[in-house]
């Protein structure tokens, strides 16, 4: 038996796609920084004004206790490093503004 499964396809001048990726990104040493829900709004917020300048759809984003996933839609014109690096960049220093996190992320960890 044949499944098929429809896309909701995006349109260029010359071209018909979708590009959907699933992106994880994993906290420091695995430590448990997302079980503050505060933290973690900020943390969907975050992404959302980043992925807004890129020109991102974020279709889902959910955080277990040590790391993020999140899907996204995107043109194929995506300069996807560049975008994947300011997910990673932006949110980190973002969320080490948090004193409970910063803590969490230098315990035990080269000896402070």
């Not at 980043?50 to 839609?73: N, P, Q, Y």
């Not at 690096?85 to 004193?99: M, V």
Request: hydrophobic share 40%; proline share 3%.
């Amino acid at each position: 038996m044949c499944v098929a499964m429809r896309y909701l396809l995006d349109k260029g001048a010359h071209s018909v796609y979708t590009l959907q990726y699933h992106l994880v990104q994993v906290v420091k040493c695995r430590r448990d920084i997302f079980v503050d829900e505060k933290l973690v709004d900020f943390l969907k917020k975050v992404v959302r004004e980043i992925s807004e300048t890129f020109s991102v759809e974020v279709l889902d984003l959910e955080c277990g206790k040590d790391h993020f996933h999140m899907i996204f839609k995107a043109k194929p014109t995506l300069d996807l490093p560049k975008y994947v690096n300011a997910i990673k960049s932006i949110s980190s220093r973002e969320i080490q503004s948090f004193p409970e996190v910063k803590e969490k992320l230098r315990k035990g960890i080269f000896g402070f």
